[in-house]
C-alpha cells in the first residue's frame, strides 16, 4: 500500500493565523482525500483533492476557510485559514492507490488554536 | 444518504474475554466495508476489509468480521482481548467504489488487566 508522510505532525497555533498541512505519498495515486477528527468524534470528510482543478468540497466546508492544492499525483496540501480555537482537530490525509480500493491514512496533524 | 451506526459507544471487557463489536449501515447497494482501529495517540490502522467473496473476513492481530448482506452488519469479532487492544474502533463504508466513504461515530474499548 502506499506511504503517506504529513507533515507538521502537530502544532500549536494563535488564533486568526494559517496553517498548510502538507500530504506526500510515494506513489502516485487515484485520490487524496481530507478528513478532520474533533476530539472525541469519528472522521468527517472534508473535501476531495483533485489533480490540477479546484478541490471537492463536502457540506459545511468551504474553499475560502480551508484550500486545498494538488499540484501532481502525489502530493497536496491542506490550509485551515484564520484559526479559531473550534479548529482544534486531528487533520488526516487519505489516499486511494492506482488499481487499489484500499485507502491508506496519513498519521495525522493534531491542531491545537489558542 | 449513507450512514453508519456502531452499537456500542464504549466497551470494557476484562483480558482473555471474547469481543464482538456491531457495525450496521444502510446503503442497500454493492457496498466495500472496513473496519479501522486507532490505538491512543496514534494513527488510523487498517484492521480488515471486505470487498467480495467470503463474508467471514480474517484481519490482523486475530480480529474477523462477518459480512452479513440481510443484516446490513458487518460486525467485528475477537475471541480472546488483550490488554493492547484498548483503543477506538472504527467502521467504515464504501458504496460502489465510490470516492470517499462514511465513518461510523465509533466505539471505545478499554480491556481491563
Known amino acids: 500500500s502506499a506511504v503517506i508522510s504529513q507533515k507538521p505532525s502537530r502544532d500549536i497555533c494563535q488564533r486568526g493565523t494559517s496553517l498548510t498541512i502538507q500530504c506526500q505519498v510515494d506513489s502516485q495515486v487515484t485520490m487524496m482525500f481530507w478528513y478532520r477528527q474533533q476530539p472525541g468524534q469519528s472522521l468527517t470528510l472534508i473535501a476531495t483533492a483533485n489533480q490540477g482543478s479546484e478541490a471537492t468540497y463536502e457540506s459545511g466546508f468551504v474553499i475560502d476557510k480551508f484550500p486545498i492544492s494538488r499540484p501532481n499525483l502525489t502530493f497536496s496540501t491542506l490550509t485551515v485559514s484564520n484559526m479559531s480555537p473550534e479548529d482544534s482537530s486531528i487533520y488526516l490525509c487519505?489516499?486511494?492507490?492506482?488499481?487499489?480500493?484500499?485507502?491508506?491514512f496519513g498519521s495525522g496533524t493534531r491542531l491545537t488554536v489558542v | 444518504a449513507q450512514s453508519v451506526s456502531q452499537h456500542n459507544h464504549h466497551v470494557i471487557l476484562s483480558e482473555a474475554a471474547s469481543l464482538e463489536l456491531g457495525c450496521n449501515y444502510s446503503?442497500?447497494?454493492?457496498?466495500?466495508l472496513f473496519w479501522y482501529v486507532q490505538y491512543p495517540g496514534q494513527h488510523l490502522q487498517l484492521l480488515l476489509k471486505?470487498?467480495?467473496?467470503?463474508?467471514l473476513v480474517k484481519g490482523i492481530k486475530g480480529f474477523e468480521a462477518e459480512f452479513i448482506k440481510s443484516k446490513f452488519s458487518f460486525n467485528l469479532r475477537k475471541p480472546s482481548v488483550q490488554w493492547s487492544d484498548t483503543a477506538e474502533y472504527f467502521c467504515?463504508?464504501?458504496?460502489?467504489?465510490?470516492?470517499?466513504?462514511?465513518f461510523g461515530p465509533g466505539t471505545r474499548l478499554s480491556v481491563l488487566p
Open positions: 471486505y470487498f467480495s467473496g467470503d463474508p
Open positions: 467504515a463504508v464504501n458504496e460502489n467504489y465510490g470516492q470517499n466513504f462514511v
Open positions: 446503503y442497500g447497494g454493492t457496498v466495500n
Open positions: 487519505s489516499v486511494v492507490a492506482r488499481g487499489n480500493y484500499g485507502y491508506t
